[in-house]
Structure formats: structure tokens, C-alpha cells
């Protein structure tokens, strides 16, 4: 089957087209870039801050789709990275503002897009898109501004293996260990010898967020950043105060390297994990995960705080989560969300951890403490080592 696009080429745009997993087909344009892109199409209910979405390395093996209307309004800048470039495989908007105006921008969402090759797609109705994904699920999709046979392009999305089962951290992990600074990586050595006055925090690098990164070395931690599949010996060697395992892309239940590395840290140094981290954590303790059907993604997602009875909006960008049953008596559940009660957080012993992204980059600060509570157990386990 053909499908031919009747309305005109606005601005001699690039035809483009959307083919789900369902066979729903979506007709629009490419803002940027060109050829065939594959992924997990998925819904972000953010309104802003999408250019923290597009270089979020969690993003790895989907397609974006953006409920707000307009984007590319304000550029891109050099500030708002959340990693050295962009991971995701394609990007949906309503409409795209080629005209931003920002005193910061340093180029446009158009022009970011193609240096990385990624395919930028406007014009299609993002209202009944989302609902499709709602009520289906994320499924999988290809975006074609080269091929318009829906049958062709359909059958290239049975043969895309999805998500599941798949190990996508190392192919965004970083390939050698480096030292965060002044709010940058740095390429200098690596001291043997920690700083006497600030906590050395080991960062295991599942795909970091880089405003992790900055509200550590905001409380005061020296932070080392490691590649994922590195030994629990390395990653000692390195004296850790304190360990924090990243978010990142993909299933947690394909990560067992990684699981058997964290289960040998916990209780000997205080751990913190993340999104995938606290996905990890759970799968260390012996618990297990499960697949979402649209996953959770967006900076307006309410959660309660289990201890104080306070709900936090929060930020968050995950498709799997831990079964609370699977690590009841293991852990005590510390946060819940109230779409949907999924479990949100996890502490037991000198380990914490949280489904959602306290460093929210985009999104509310409700939970930028939780960095504060992590360097308090870390140095309440060093004055208790004493």
C-alpha cells in the first residue's frame, strides 16, 4: 500500500511518514534530517526542556513524541546538555518553530538534529498519537522520509527487536573512567589519593544524565565517572565514599554484569541509584522488573513520600519498573506514584534509591534533597567506620 501525502509542501518541507507497529499510519513532514529511523515510539508530556529529552542518553532506541504543540521555539544551548550529544533515534512535534529566539541559543533544534543525523518530524496529529499510545501501549515504529509503502515499512517494523532483552547501556556508557570538574568531564588523571575534605562518589556510568553529575559536585563530592561493565575490583580500587548507578536505556533484566557487580558493593559503601540504577538495586536484592505499557515519561509526574506523607512532582523517563512484591522484606518501599502506585523508591541498610530523576533536568526541584541525603549517609558511614 502507497500512501500519498495531498497537502501541499509547505515551505518545499520533506514528506514524511509514521508507521506503528499496529499499522496506524501518521503523515507529516521532516523539519530535519532524512532516510529511515527505527525505535519505541513514546510519549513526553513535558513543555519545555527538550533539549534536555533529545541528549538524555535513556532515551537510546525510541522515538519522541512531544505532547506540547510547539517546539524548537528557544534554540539549543550550550548549557542544557544532559551528555555530549543525542540518543534518541527519532523526534515528533505538532508544529516546529524554525524562527527561535533565545540570548543564550547557540543554534537551532533543526540544525542539532541533522549534525547527529536524527530525523526531526512535524505535522502530524501528536493529540491522536498519544492516544494510540495510551490506550495500546509504546509500541514500535519506523519514521521514512525515503519510502512511503506502508507494507514495506510495517515489515521492517515486526523484524525491529524493541527493548526488551536488549542491553543498550553499552552502547551509551562512557569507554574509559574520567573525572568530573567545574561542571565539566575532564580529561586530567585520575588521583589515587581522594580528597581529604570531600567525599569521593564512583559514578557508574549506565548512561548518565550530566545534571547528576553537577548537583554531586554541587554537595561537595569529588565524582569519578566509570564505563558500566566495570569489575567491582576496579571499582574499588578507586576508594569510594559512596557509589551512585546512573539511569539509562533499555531493559534491566538484560544487565546482569552489572547486577552482580552492585549486589558485591552493597554493604560495604553507601549506594544510590537512579531510575535504571534503582532498577538494579532491586534486581541486586533479588527482585525482578517489569515492562510498562506506555512507560512514564514527562516533569509532572506526582509522587508521595511513604515517611513524611508529602507528594513531590517529579521527573521522570523510565518504561519498566520494579515489582514491590518482588523485594517486600528486602527493602522498605519509601515512595509511591499516585498515577498509577508503581513503586517509586527503595532504602534499606546504606542503600537508596528512586524511580524518578531527583536531579529533574527538565522539570520541578521537589527532590533535589535526596543528593543531600546521600552525602549525609555518606559520611555518617565514614564517622561510623572510624
Not at 514500535?140 to 542491553?167: C, H, M, Q
Request: charged share 25%.
Amino acid at each position: 500500500m502507497e500512501i500519498n501525502i495531498l497537502m501541499p509542501l509547505l515551505n518545499k518541507q520533506r514528506r514524511a511518514i509514521l508507521v506503528l507497529e499496529d499499522k496506524n499510519v501518521f503523515e507529516g513532514f521532516a523539519f530535519a534530517g532524512e532516510g529511515e529511523t527505527l525505535g519505541e515510539v513514546v510519549f513526553n508530556t513535558g513543555m519545555t526542556g527538550y533539549q534536555e529529552v533529545i541528549t538524555d542518553p535513556s532515551y537510546k532506541g525510541q522515538i519522541v513524541a512531544m505532547t506540547y504543540p510547539l517546539m524548537g521555539n528557544y534554540g539549543i544551548n550550550n548549557e542544557d546538555m544532559e551528555s555530549a550529544g543525542i540518543h534518541l533515534e527519532g523526534f515528533i512535534v505538532r508544529e516546529y518553530q524554525p524562527h527561535p529566539s533565545n540570548w543564550r541559543m547557540t543554534k537551532s533544534l533543526k540544525s542539532f538534529l541533522e549534525e547527529s543525523g536524527k530525523i526531526g518530524m512535524e505535522g502530524i496529529d501528536t493529540r491522536a498519537l498519544t492516544r494510540r499510545l495510551r490506550l495500546a501501549g509504546s509500541m514500535k515504529g519506523i519514521i521514512s522520509t525515503v519510502s512511503f509503502n506502508v507494507d514495506e515499512l510495517w515489515e521492517k517494523v515486526k523484524a525491529y527487536p524493541g527493548l526488551v532483552g536488549r542491553d543498550l547501556v553499552r552502547e551509551v556508557s562512557c569507554q574509559k573512567p574520567y573525572l568530573w570538574s567545574s561542571g565539566a568531564p575532564r580529561a586530567d588523571k585520575i588521583p589515587a589519593k581522594k580528597s581529604a575534605k570531600n567525599p569521593r562518589v564512583v559514578v557508574i556510568d549506565c548512561g548518565v544524565k550530566y545534571n547528576i553529575l553537577r548537583l554531586l559536585e554541587k554537595n561537595g563530592c569529588e565524582v569519578v565517572v566509570l564505563p558500566a561493565a566495570t569489575s567491582v575490583k576496579d571499582v574499588l580500587s578507586y576508594n569510594p565514599d559512596g557509589v551512585l548507578l546512573s539511569n539509562g536505556p533499555g531493559d534491566p533484566a538484560a544487565l546482569p554484569y552489572i547486577v552482580a557487580t552492585v549486589r558485591e558493593i552493597l554493604g560495604k559503601k553507601p549506594v544510590f541509584g537512579i531510575c535504571l540504577g534503582h532498577q538494579i538495586i532491586g534486581q541486586a536484592i533479588g527482585g525482578y522488573t517489569k515492562k510498562l505499557k506506555f512507560g512514564h515519561h514527562g516533569i509532572n509526574q506526582p509522587v508521595k513520600d511513604l515517611e513524611t506523607g508529602r507528594v513531590e512532582i517529579t521527573s521522570q523517563n523510565h518504561g519498566f519498573v520494579v515489582v514491590p512484591e518482588s523485594v517486600e522484606g528486602k527493602a522498605k518501599k519509601t515512595f509511591t506514584n499516585l498515577n498509577d502506585a508503581t513503586s517509586e523508591g527503595i532504602k534499606f541498610g546504606t542503600a537508596m534509591s528512586v524511580q524518578y530523576h531527583p536531579e529533574a533536568a527538565p522539570g520541578p526541584r521537589d527532590t533535589e534533597y535526596l543528593f543531600g541525603e546521600f552525602v549525609a549517609m555518606i559520611n555518617k558511614h565514614k564517622r561510623e567506620a572510624l
